[in-house]
């Protein structure tokens, strides 16, 4: 890669930073300010990124550490909820009146989408509906502080957010805003469809084409990144997502999957006692999942578009509430 020469000087939103705080005689000491870790961080991006080490030493000076980042993501796990408790968080009259006027704002740039990528416009209303509602909560800590607190002060996945952080950074500098003025979620995740900095440099898209990729607050930016996530991860046009299945005799449970991953055909759970509620070939795999919903268990058979949405979240229950969400979304825009 060749290293850039000048940094400062062509990307104008970090000269201001940096011009000020050598103004100030470097500033006041920050949180970072002499950390070994933030130092042989600055190196690794100097050498092998082509950024300036001082102007880069100029953004840490600012960063601060959150302790309410270490509590938020070293609590212990709350006690896991049922299907029937989870459901009502996400489906909710207000959510989907939301998502219709989204809908309705966006509905030409939603129509793009589903044409170029496949994906259904409910499937990318709902996600930003779940993530954010709409872009009421993307996050109140700036990135870089979210990121270096996690990055720098939590060991566990220390390794997995300074990667992060160098994928912040560099679309920073791609995008040619101030690393400063960026928020997010306590995590680091970012804009309306709360995607974390690796995410938005493989997979976001400058969906109206003036030459950013701003999914903060632009929602064609935002939907066209939804879009291009769940195509590049396997959504497949015009596809089901689950199947409903009836169950009976003494070895269903033995179908269900351990994971997400769709390690069981219909074939295989058909012969457990399984049957699904659509004509399905017996050599489709399938994440075979039961869920405890209000009048009792469920079971479902998750699709490889199911697949797809676990890819955004790993998690059954949440790609559930994604597509029943999307579901509930089209007949209200029904009848509407």
């Given at each position: 890669?060749?290293?850039?020469?000048?940094?400062?000087?062509?990307?104008?939103?970090w000269?201001?930073?940096?011009?000020?705080?050598?103004?100030?005689?470097?500033?006041?000491?920050?949180?970072?300010?002499?950390s070994?870790?933030?130092?042989?961080?600055?190196?690794?991006?100097?050498?092998d990124y082509?950024?300036?080490g001082?102007?880069?030493?100029?953004?840490f000076?600012?960063?601060?550490?959150?302790?309410s980042?270490?509590?938020?993501?070293?609590?212990?796990?709350?006690?896991v909820?049922?299907?029937?408790?989870y459901?009502?968080m996400?489906?909710t009259?207000?959510?989907?009146?939301r998502g219709?006027?989204?809908?309705?704002?966006?509905?030409?740039?939603?129509a793009?989408?589903?044409?170029?990528?496949?994906?259904p416009a409910?499937?990318?209303?709902?996600?930003?509906?779940?993530?954010t509602?709409?872009?009421?909560?993307?996050?109140?800590?700036?990135?870089?502080d979210a990121?270096?607190?996690?990055?720098f002060d939590y060991?566990?996945?220390?390794?997995?957010?300074?990667k992060?952080?160098?994928?912040?950074?560099l679309?920073?500098?791609?995008e040619?805003?101030?690393?400063?003025?960026?928020?997010?979620?306590?995590?680091?995740a970012?804009?309306?469809?709360?995607f974390?900095?690796?995410?938005?440099?493989?997979?976001?898209v400058?969906?109206d084409?003036?030459g950013h990729?701003?999914?903060?607050?632009?929602?064609?930016?935002?939907?066209?990144?939804?879009?291009?996530?769940f195509k590049q991860?396997?959504w497949?046009?015009?596809?089901?997502v689950?199947s409903r299945?009836?169950?009976?005799?003494d070895q269903?449970?033995?179908?269900?999957t351990?994971g997400?991953?769709?390690?069981?055909?219909?074939?295989?759970?058909?012969?457990?006692?399984?049957?699904s509620?659509?004509a399905?070939?017996?050599d489709?795999?399938?994440?075979?999942?039961?869920?405890?919903?209000?009048?009792?268990?469920?079971?479902?058979m998750?699709?490889k578009?199911?697949y797809a949405?676990?890819?955004y979240?790993?998690?059954?229950?949440?790609?559930?509430?994604v597509?029943?969400?999307?579901?509930?979304?089209?007949q209200?825009?029904?009848?509407?």
């Amino acid at each position: 890669m060749q290293v850039m020469r000048g940094w400062a000087t062509r990307y104008a939103p970090w000269v201001g930073l940096v011009s000020i705080l050598g103004n100030a005689q470097e500033a006041l000491a920050g949180d970072y300010e002499g950390s070994p870790q933030v130092a042989e961080f600055v190196g690794e991006m100097t050498r092998d990124y082509g950024f300036a080490g001082e102007q880069l030493m100029g953004v840490f000076r600012e960063a601060e550490r959150k302790q309410s980042i270490l509590d938020a993501i070293s609590k212990p796990a709350e006690r896991v909820k049922q299907w029937s408790e989870y459901r009502p968080m996400f489906i909710t009259d207000a959510r989907i009146a939301r998502g219709v006027d989204f809908w309705r704002q966006h509905e030409a740039v939603l129509a793009r989408a589903e044409q170029e990528y496949g994906v259904p416009a409910q499937v990318i209303v709902s996600i930003i509906g779940v993530e954010t509602f709409f872009g009421r909560n993307t996050g109140n800590y700036r990135v870089i502080d979210a990121l270096s607190t996690l990055g720098f002060d939590y060991p566990p996945r220390a390794e997995f957010f300074r990667k992060e952080l160098r994928e912040f950074l560099l679309l920073a500098r791609e995008e040619q805003v101030d690393p400063l003025t960026l928020k997010g979620s306590y995590a680091g995740a970012m804009g309306l469809p709360q995607f974390m900095p690796s995410s938005f440099r493989a997979y976001a898209v400058d969906f109206d084409g003036d030459g950013h990729i701003n999914i903060w607050t632009n929602p064609d930016d935002a939907i066209g990144s939804v879009a291009s996530y769940f195509k590049q991860h396997g959504w497949v046009a015009g596809e089901p997502v689950v199947s409903r299945a009836d169950v009976r005799g003494d070895q269903v449970d033995e179908g269900l999957t351990d994971g997400i991953e769709p390690t069981k055909t219909v074939g295989d759970l058909r012969a457990l006692g399984w049957s699904s509620h659509d004509a399905l070939r017996d050599d489709m795999p399938v994440t075979a999942f039961r869920l405890e919903g209000d009048n009792g268990p469920e079971y479902w058979m998750g699709l490889k578009n199911f697949y797809a949405i676990t890819r955004y979240n790993r998690s059954v229950m949440y790609a559930m509430a994604v597509h029943q969400l999307s579901e509930q979304l089209v007949q209200a825009r029904g009848v509407k």
